[in-house]
Structure formats: C-alpha cells, structure tokens
C-alpha cells in the first residue's frame, strides 16, 4: 500500500511552519528545508510554489527569502497562529473598554479575532466589521452583524473598496478596535492601499478609537503611510514592546496601556 496522503490541514500547517521559519531566519535553502520538515524535495517545492504565488516569500534557485515579515502578516490564515498570547492579553485589555448597548467596529486585523470572542459575551452591542471571519465568530455567539460589504479578498477574508468606505462614512460608532500591520516612531503603515483607507475611515466614523498592537508590529513600515497614533485615544501594546516606541507614542499625545501577557 502506498502512503496516505496528507488533509490539507496538515499542509497547510506545515506550510505555516515552513514560512514562520523562513521569516526569522530571512531566508533558507530549499533542500534544507525538505530536510528540516521531512518532506521530499518533490513536497517541499510544491509548498514554497504556494507560498510564492501568495506573495508570502520570494523563491529563488535553490533557495528562498522572506518578504518583510509586515507584508506577510497580510495574510490572515497566516497571521492567526502569529502571537495568540499577546492577541489574548492585548484583548482582554480591550474588552474592558466596551459598555453594554454601544455601537462597536472591529476591523479585519487578526489582532482583534480574539477580542471578537470577548466582545460576544456583551448584551445590547451593535457590531460593526469588514471582516467574514470577524463576522462569522460574532454571529456563532448569536450576535447581530452589520457586514461592510464590498471588494471580498479571500486572502484576508474581507472587504474593501469605495463601497466599505462609503458605508462607513454613514456609521456612527461609539468606539472601534483596530491593529496596524507595522509602526514605527508612532506612524502607521499597509502595505495594501486598500486596507489603510478603509483604517482612515474608521477613524473619521468613530467617537473613541483603540489601537491593539502587539511588540512584532514595532519598527516597521510599509509602503502606505496613513497617518499617526495622534487619531487614536489609546493604545494598547505588550510589556516587549520597546520603551522608545512607547516613547514616541507618549510624545504625540497618546494613552499607551501595556499589559502583561502569561506565559
């Protein structure tokens, strides 16, 4: 009998762990990495194919390079198993902010995922997102969504474009959570110019906005820059991120909360 084939959930975590490795270490040899996840080199190329045609990490001959890590945490099925104890400690944080009864926006940021899980608990919330899977989690817990439709990418599994943008511009929202793909030096930045609009827009239909950022987000940036923290009331980061960032953010003005994350 001939091997069983790997479920897609196998390789699709491999390849995760594959592009996590190829991330800290800026680069690797493909034969070493067949070697290194017991795969032949048959498999290997076929998973590094995947991830370059995904845009996750540049395949070259013989070997592969990684992407700034920003550009490839764009990619949600991705970025969920990135930092799940800081997410957790940066929701919880989070949660307490929110009262019964308000309006509330959360954007597609796999940051806010497990605040969207916190949130569920909470009576009397409108909920407000451009995310599917945002909506998915809220709506399983048996909440009401309003889903800003527009542009689907089903890389990121929501939605942007003039529609969402127009549709926000209607909203009034009492107070939003959001996370930035890279900043540095209190600035903001996307790599897509889509997803920083539709996080200008946010801003501009919120009464009070919160900023989830964990350390790996800090001194970096990407092509589109849309802004500062000055727009934001708060930010809410973990106890790795550097003093000089909170520095800078202090500087402009900014409530910065950080909170511990267990081990």
């Known amino acids: 009998m001939g091997s069983v084939r790997p479920s897609d959930a196998v390789v699709e975590q491999r390849r995760r762990e594959v592009l996590r490795h190829v991330i800290e270490h800026g680069g690797a040899r493909i034969d070493e990495l067949a070697e290194r996840f017991e795969v032949s080199l048959m498999t290997m190329h076929r998973d590094l194919d995947e991830l370059a045609e995904r845009r996750l990490l540049r395949k070259l001959r013989g070997r592969v390079e990684s992407y700034p890590s920003l550009t490839v945490e764009t990619a949600t099925r991705f970025r969920i198993g990135l930092h ?24 597609d940021s796999s940051t806010i995922f497990p605040l969207a899980r916190e949130v569920s608990e909470i009576e009397e919330l409108t909920l407000v997102t ?42 009034r929202v009492d107070i939003s959570f959001t996370s930035a793909t890279a900043i540095a030096n209190g600035r903001l930045f996307h790599p897509i110019q889509d997803y920083a609009d539709v996080k200008e827009g946010i801003l501009e239909s919120t009464e009070r906005n919160v900023l989830l950022v964990d350390h790996s987000k800090f001194g970096k940036t990407a092509t589109f820059s849309y802004g500062d923290v000055r727009a934001y009331d708060l930010v809410i980061t973990d106890e790795a991120t550097p003093e000089h960032e909170l520095a800078a953010i202090r500087d402009l003005g900014t409530e910065v909360r950080v909170v511990p994350v267990r081990s």
């Open 84 to 107: 799940v104890a800081e997410k957790a400690a940066l929701a919880s944080a989070a949660a307490r902010a929110v009262r019964p009864g308000t309006t509330v926006l959360l954007d």
């Open 130 to 171: 451009n995310s599917v899977s945002v909506a998915q989690i809220l709506s399983g817990a048996g909440r009401e969504v309003v889903l800003l439709g527009g542009r689907y990418r089903s890389e990121f599994d929501s939605c942007t474009g003039p529609d969402v943008l127009r549709a926000l511009s209607r909203l």
